[in-house]
Each structure stands twice: as C-alpha cells, then as structure tokens.
C-alpha cells in the first residue's frame, strides 16, 4: 500500500495474473498442485491460483464474485457453455468466444427491466473471497475485482455492432442497460469493501492497439459521471479504499478524466498500443495516480529471451517505480505462449 500511496517502497510490489494454461505449467513447474479456479464469467482469470502466485512472490490476492451453485456456468453441449448472464460462449482455443447475447432483440426500455439480471447478493456468490481474506488478508493487500464494470457487460448482453449503433444513436434502452448493469458492479463493489478489500478494480476495455474505440468526447458524456458515480459510492463504504481501473490498449486521452472521478492506479499501461509511453504516463500522471503494468505481454513474455524478459522488466521499473507509485505486472494477464 505503500506503493499506491505514492511513496517509494524497500522493494517494487508484485501483482502478476495468469491464464488457465500457465497456472497449468506452473503448477507442474512448482510441483503446488492444489489451487483454486472459481467459476467467476466476469475475471475468473484475476480472483484464480492464489496458491501459486503467492507462492510467485506476489503482494496483493484478488477475490470477486462468483456464479452461486445456484446458477453456474453449465456446458449446453460439447465446446458450448452459458453463464448466468444468459450468454452463450463457445470454446475456441484457448479462449471462448460470445456466439449469443440474451438482449440482441431489445430495443426498448421496458425490455431491459424486465431481463432478470443477476443478483450481486445470490448466496454463495462471495463463498470464495471470503475464504481468500481470512487465510490470506493479514499479510497481504486485497483487491476487489469488479472489472466489465459497466461498458463491456453492457454490450456482451447486447452485442457489440448493436450496442455501438444504438450507443452512438443515443436510443434510450442503452442507457437503461448500462445503468442496470452498473448497479450490478455497485453491489458487487460494497460487497467486496465490507468483506474487506483494500482496493477495488474497475474496469472496461474502451482501447485498441491504435487508439480508443471509442471517441474521448462520447466517453466523457456517458461514461464519465457513471464512474464518478460508482467510484464515490465505493469510497462512502471506506474513505481509505483505493480505486484501480483497467483498460487494455490505448487511453490516454481519458487518463486525466479518470483521475478527476477518483481513480487511484491506472492498469494495463499496453506499451505497444498509441500513446502508451510508459515513461510519458508517468511523467504526465505520476504525481498524482499509481501506475500497474506496462510489462509488455504481447512481444517480449512471450517470444523475448531472459534477457530480452529482464531488460523489459528493467525498463517499466526505472520508467514507472521512482519516487514509489508503481506496482510490477504484466501489460495483461501472463498468456499461454509464455514459457515458464
């Protein structure tokens, strides 16, 4: 926490997350062979393996909510599964892809209150994240994940061409979703301050490699207030709690915005997306934001040598961790190509 308050640490904190298959290689690597996978349809990903990557060296452990044995994500039939949200996916390598989304028809208000969202509260949701703080909440800080916080859930249940068209439109259901939707993250968010969390990471994929994939201008108008929204609620729960949020690829333009609606730590930092110096981040935001990532993932983890890995890690820690206010990680979750 030291870190994130923005004063320089004995040493740079790690949070690293991992994909199904490293936690695979690791676990035979480390010879640790029980860890834990909940079924999580939002960031299973960022709340799994806690076993192994404490182990890693690791600082903080992410909890989250999870499906409840009540509605868990079932395989339909072979390679074709549905989560809670009603969206179907399909496996495709390994990855799933979205081939459903339950709202695709919905053009209406009245359509979007009356789709049954899932219940942030269903008993057994936050079974796991409760076991993860009171084995692991002394000795290390806890992140609440709540990321697909209101943007990337929204369109996921419509799908993506649709929901663009009707966003850019301005047609009144989307705003409906999106406001249903962020309700859903609030009440995961209060859940996981109460449970005890330090930090809760927001979060929604508004880049690409080559720049937003939305404009800076539509960004501000709908999602701006809806974060400082969300932000400000979560901190009435904990004047101390710390907001991180994520946005793979390009965002620069929107860092300031974030900051401004009480954003703590900016995430992903993609440096091989536009504008994504890590060096210019830093300098530009660094006094007054923590920084987390910016570990390339998509060239040098994957196909650099231990040198080309050491020299990278080199470079976003003389770049980002002077003066403190940098936590070491990937650009993304660590992917199946990388060796371990």
Not at 107 to 118: A, G, N, T
Not at 252 to 262: A, S
Not at 285 to 300: M, R, Y
Request: net charge negative; proline share 5%; glycine share 8%.
């Amino acid at each position: 926490m030291t870190a994130i308050n923005l004063e320089e640490p004995d040493r740079v904190p790690l949070f690293i997350t991992i994909t199904p298959q490293v936690a695979e290689k690791l676990s035979e690597h480390l010879g640790i062979t029980t860890y834990t996978h909940p079924d999580s349809p939002l960031s299973e990903n960022r709340i799994s393996y806690t076993e192994l990557l404490t182990h890693l060296g690791n600082d903080i452990v992410g909890i989250g909510a999870c499906a409840p044995e009540s509605s868990p994500t079932r395989e339909m039939e072979e390679g074709i599964l549905i989560n809670e949200w009603k969206i179907k996916y399909r496996k495709s390598g390994y990855y799933t892809e979205m081939i459903e989304h339950p709202l695709a028809r919905a053009y209406s208000v009245s359509e979007i209150e009356d789709f049954q969202l899932p219940d942030p509260l269903a008993p057994g949701r936050f079974d796991h994240a409760r076991m993860i703080v009171e084995k692991y909440g002394r000795d290390y800080a806890i992140c609440g994940d709540v990321e697909a916080t209101i943007f990337e859930t929204s369109w996921y249940l419509v799908g993506m061409e649709k929901f663009f068209i009707d966003l850019a439109l301005r047609k009144p259901y989307v705003f409906a979703l999106m406001d249903r939707v962020m309700n859903y993250s609030l009440g995961v968010g209060k859940e996981l301050v109460k449970l005890g969390a330090d930090i809760i990471w927001l979060g929604d994929d508004f880049g690409s490699q080559q720049g937003m994939i939305i404009s800076p201008q539509l960004w501000r108008e709908v999602f701006k207030e809806r974060m400082r929204f969300i932000i400000g609620e979560l901190k009435k729960k904990n004047q101390d709690l710390k907001i991180a949020f994520h946005c793979c690829g390009s965002y620069f333009p929107i860092m300031q915005d974030l900051i401004e609606v009480g954003v703590d730590i900016l995430n992903a930092l993609q440096p091989t997306a536009l504008d994504m110096d890590t060096k210019k981040i830093k300098d530009s935001f660094g006094s007054k934001v923590s920084l987390f990532g910016a570990v390339d993932t998509q060239g040098v983890l994957p196909f650099g040598s231990l040198a080309d890995i050491e020299k990278e890690v080199k470079r976003v820690i003389t770049e980002a961790a002077g003066g403190g206010g940098y936590i070491l990680a990937g650009a993304h979750n660590i992917q199946p190509d990388t060796s371990v």
